[in-house]
C-alpha cells in the first residue's frame, strides 16, 4: 500500500456488513410472520380488468369498485386479472400484490379501524389506470 | 484532445471519421442533446402534476407516452451514450494505444443510435420505458410500440457492439508496460461495465423478439391467453436492467475516481480497493434482479434469495464512497466546478443507497414498491448520482474539447441550482410514496398531502430547469466566446497530479 493505513476502511466495511445483515435477518422474520395467513380467514376474490376491481364474497355476494368488510375479521384475497398486470393496493393496510391474468396471487389482512380507505392500481395499465380506484369500507358489525 | 473550435473542419469529416476522438465528440453531442429533450419531457410532466386536474397535456395517453419516452430517452439515448463518449476518448489513452480496437465497429455503433433514438420519438410509444406484457402484448397502441421495440433492439446491438470494443481495446490493445492492475480507475470502470453489458443486455435482445412475435400474434410467450406468461418477460428484463444499473453507474462512478484526485490534489486513497469495488459490483450485480419482482407473487424463498443478492451489492457502493471521501480527506481541495458536483454527487448516491436497502427489506418494499418512493429511489441514481457524475465530467474536459474554459459562475450557478432542486424533488417524492401515491399516474385525487408535496416537486423540477438552461448556455457561450484555456492545467491546479491525457493520438 501506499504508506497510509487500510485499517480505517476494513471497519467501515464491517460495520456496514453488519447493519446489512442486521436488516436482512429482520425483514426475513417480519416476513415469516406477516406471510402466515390465519387458519378462519374468509376469502375474498378479486379480479382487476381494465379499469375497475370486482370482488366476490365466500357467500357469493358480488361488488364492484366498493368493497365491504367488517372489523376484527381476517380476508384473504385472491387475486387475478381479466386482462393487462395490475395491482391491487389498499396503502393504508399495506396490502399490495400484482394481479397477473393467468394467476392466482394471494395475500391477507386484517381490518383494524372502521372507515373509508382508498383501492387502488399501482401497476401501468393503459389509459385510465390514473384512476382505476375503488373503497374499501370497514364496518363494525358487533357494534 | 482534439480542439474542435480552434482548428475547425467541416461537419462531415468528423461524421464519416473512425478516429476515437472524433467518435467520441459524436456521441458527446447527440447524448447531450437527447438530455435536454428528455429534460423538457420532465418538465411538461412537473406542469401536469404541479394541481390535481388537467393543466396542460389534454389526455392521459399524451402523459402516458411523455412519460415512456422520457425514460427512455434519458437512459438508452442520454446515459450509455455519454458514458461511451468519454470512454472513446479516454479508454484509448489510458492503455495508451492509438485508437480503439476497432475504428470501424466503434463508428457503426455511434450511428445506429440516430435511426434508434429517430424510432424511439416519432413513434412515441406509451407502454412505460419496461414494456410489460401483457399490456405490451395486447393493449399497446401500434405502431408506436413497434417502433419502440425496433428502437431498443437497435440500441441494444449498438451497446454490444461497443462494449466489444472496449474489452477488446482494453484487453488486447493495452501497451504491454501497463500491467492491468496499474490501469487508471475509468478504465476499469469502462472494463467492468462493457462485461455486465456483454452477458446481460443479450437477454433483453431475445425478450424484445419474443414480444414483438407475440404483438404479431404469431407466438404466445407472454400471453396467457396462448398459453404463456407475462412474469417470463420480467425475468428476462430486470436480468438485463438491474445490471443495467451498474452499467449506467459504474463509468459515473468512474469519471468521479478522474475528478476526486486531480481537485484534491491528492492520489486516490486506494486503487486496489477501487478496482475490488467494481469486480465485485460486476459479479454481484446480476444476483439481484427480481428485488423488482416482489408484488408479483414470488414465493418467500424467492424472496429471500434476491433480498440476500440485493445487500450484497450495497457494500462496493459503500466502498465507491469511503475511497472519494478519504481521497479528499487532507487533500489541498480546489473547489471548481466539476468536484462540486462530484461531491454532490456521492452525497446523493449515498442517499438512494441507503433509501434501496429499504427497498430491498421484503416487508417494507410492500409500502413503497410501485409508489412514487422508487420513483424518487431510482431518479437519486439515475440524476443525482450519474448526471452529476457525467455533468461534472463534461466540465472538467470542457477545456480539451473546446480549448476554451466554461464560465465558472455559471458553472456553479448550475450546480447550486440542481443540487437544490434534485433534493427538493426526489426526498419529497420518497415520502409522497410513502403517503402512497402510485406512479406513472396522469391525474390523483385532491388529497391534501398529495397536492402540498406534488407542488414542491414541480417547484424543485422547475428549478432543474432553470439549471439546465444555464448550462444550456454556457455550453453555447463558452464554446465559441470562453477564454482560450490553458491547455497544460486549464483548472490552475499545478503540480504533478494534475495528469489531464496530454498524450494524443494523430488523426488517420
Known amino acids: ?143 | 484532445m482534439v480542439l474542435e473550435l480552434q482548428k475547425p473542419r467541416p461537419i462531415w469529416q468528423i461524421m464519416f471519421s473512425t478516429h476515437h476522438t472524433d467518435v467520441g465528440l459524436l456521441y458527446l453531442i447527440t447524448s447531450l442533446a437527447f438530455m435536454f429533450m428528455g429534460g423538457a419531457l420532465a418538465l411538461l410532466l412537473r406542469v401536469e402534476l404541479f394541481s390535481p386536474g388537467v393543466q396542460i397535456i389534454a389526455d392521459s395517453m399524451t402523459y402516458n407516452r411523455i412519460f415512456t419516452v422520457h425514460g427512455t430517452t434519458l437512459i438508452f439515448l442520454f446515459i450509455l451514450p455519454s458514458a461511451s463518449a468519454f470512454g472513446n476518448y479516454l479508454v484509448p489513452i489510458m492503455v495508451r494505444f492509438k485508437d480503439m480496437a476497432y475504428p470501424k465497429l466503434n463508428a457503426v455503433a455511434f450511428w445506429m443510435i440516430p435511426p434508434a433514438g429517430a424510432l424511439i420519438w416519432l413513434g412515441f410509444a406509451d407502454f412505460t420505458w419496461y414494456a410489460y406484457p401483457t399490456y405490451s402484448v395486447i393493449s399497446a397502441p401500434g405502431p408506436a410500440a413497434d417502433m419502440w421495440i425496433f428502437g431498443l433492439k437497435i440500441l441494444g446491438v449498438s451497446s454490444i457492439l461497443g462494449s466489444i470494443n472496449f474489452v477488446v481495446t482494453i484487453m488486447k490493445c493495452k501497451h504491454p508496460d501497463l500491467p492491468l492492475s496499474k490501469m487508471p480507475l475509468l478504465a476499469w470502470a469502462y472494463l467492468t461495465s462493457s462485461l455486465i453489458t456483454l452477458v446481460a443486455v443479450p437477454t433483453f435482445a431475445a425478450a424484445l423478439l419474443m414480444l414483438l412475435t407475440d404483438r404479431l400474434g404469431a407466438s404466445g410467450f407472454f400471453n396467457p391467453a396462448m398459453g404463456g406468461d407475462p412474469i417470463a418477460y420480467q425475468h428476462l428484463f430486470w436480468f438485463t436492467f438491474h445490471p443495467e444499473v451498474y452499467i449506467l453507474v459504474i463509468p459515473a462512478i468512474g469519471f468521479m475516481y478522474e475528478i476526486f484526485p486531480r481537485f484534491s490534489r491528492k492520489p486516490i486513497f486506494s486503487h486496489s480497493s477501487g478496482v475490488a469495488a467494481f469486480t465485485l459490483l460486476t459479479i454481484v450485480g446480476f444476483a439481484s434482479w427480481a428485488h423488482h419482482m416482489y408484488a408479483t407473487g414470488m414465493s418467500f424463498t424467492e424472496k429471500t434469495v434476491f433480498m440476500v443478492g440485493t445487500l450484497a451489492a450495497v457494500p462496493a457502493s459503500a466502498m465507491h464512497t469511503f475511497n472519494f471521501l478519504a481521497t479528499m480527506w487532507g487533500g489541498r481541495i480546489k473547489f471548481a466546478t466539476p468536484i462540486m458536483w462530484a461531491v454532490g454527487g456521492i452525497a446523493l448516491f449515498f442517499s438512494a443507497g441507503a433509501g434501496g436497502v429499504v427497498n430491498s427489506a421484503m416487508p417494507l418494499d410492500f409500502i413503497t414498491h410501485d409508489s412514487y418512493w422508487v420513483v424518487g429511489h431510482f431518479h437519486l441514481f439515475v440524476m443525482g448520482t450519474i448526471l452529476f457524475g457525467t455533468v461534472g465530467f463534461v466540465y472538467y474536459f470542457f477545456p480539451y474539447v473546446t480549448g476554451r474554459m466554461y464560465s465558472e459562475v455559471l458553472g456553479k450557478v448550475h450546480f447550486i441550482l440542481s443540487f437544490v432542486g434534485t433534493v427538493l424533488v426526489f426526498f419529497t417524492q420518497h415520502i409522497l410514496g410513502l403517503f402512497g401515491m402510485p406512479r406513472r399516474i396522469y391525474d390523483y385525487p385532491p388529497i391534501p398531502e398529495w397536492v402540498q408535496m406534488n407542488i414542491i416537486i414541480s417547484i424543485g423540477a422547475f428549478i432543474i430547469g432553470i439549471g439546465m438552461a444555464i448550462f444550456l448556455v454556457n455550453l453555447i457561450w463558452s464554446s465559441a466566446k470562453g477564454k482560450p484555456a490553458d491547455m497544460d492545467d486549464p483548472f490552475g491546479l499545478g503540480g504533478k497530479y494534475y495528469f489531464p491525457y496530454q498524450a494524443k493520438n494523430p488523426s488517420h
Open chain 1, 1 to 143: 500500500m501506499s504508506g497510509h493505513s487500510t485499517w480505517p476502511e476494513w471497519v467501515y466495511v464491517g460495520v456496514v456488513i453488519a447493519l446489512l445483515c442486521y436488516v436482512g435477518a429482520e425483514a426475513w422474520n417480519i416476513e415469516r410472520i406477516i406471510e402466515h395467513v390465519p387458519e378462519d380467514a374468509e376469502i375474498i376474490k378479486v379480479t382487476g380488468q381494465q379499469w375497475i376491481w370486482t370482488f366476490e364474497h365466500e357467500d357469493g355476494t358480488k361488488e364492484i369498485g366498493e368493497l365491504h368488510v367488517e372489523k376484527g375479521k381476517a380476508y384473504k384475497f385472491e387475486i387475478t386479472s381479466k386482462d393487462v398486470i395490475h395491482s391491487f393496493n389498499i396503502h393504508d393496510y399495506v396490502v399490495l400484490l400484482d394481479a397477473v391474468p393467468g394467476r392466482v396471487n394471494t395475500v391477507w389482512f386484517s381490518p383494524t379501524d372502521v372507515g373509508e380507505f382508498d383501492i387502488q392500481c399501482r401497476e401501468y395499465c393503459g389509459l385510465i389506470h390514473y384512476n382505476m380506484r375503488g373503497t374499501l369500507i370497514v364496518e363494525d358489525k358487533g357494534a
